[in-house]
């Protein structure tokens, strides 16, 4: 089950990586996402995943969801983005306009 939440989670951090806390300011993902001051800047949609993939792991441990399950198994929608990023094989001022049209 723990797979279930895997493209949420890739897609939280594909979000966190274009945000400007991360591109312009310099700070690391999770310190956007727990500092209060610096997740105040982040753009909704981030927030947004935040709380999904909270609300997808605490779903890991709903007893009423053991048969079923979480929810659909991973399909790696976000697996390449997250990789070229993840390499450093991108333009800011791209990965920035991407982020400001989903805005």
């Known amino acids: 089950m723990p797979s279930s939440c895997k493209d949420i989670r890739t897609g939280l951090a594909l979000c966190l990586q274009r945000s400007p806390c991360v591109l312009i300011d310099r700070h690391t993902p999770t310190e956007c996402m727990e500092n209060p001051e610096l997740?105040?800047?982040l753009p909704e949609q981030c927030l947004a995943r935040m709380r999904s993939y909270a609300q997808c792991r605490r779903g890991?441990?709903?007893m009423r969801k053991r048969f079923r399950g979480n929810g659909p198994?991973?399909?790696g929608v976000y697996d390449e983005d997250f990789e070229r990023i993840s390499k450093g094989e991108f333009d800011p001022k791209t990965e920035l306009d991407k982020v400001?049209?989903?805005l």
């Open 39 to 41: 997740r105040k800047d």
């Open 60 to 62: 890991i441990f709903d």
């Open 73 to 75: 198994l991973s399909t």
């Open 100 to 102: 400001s049209k989903l």
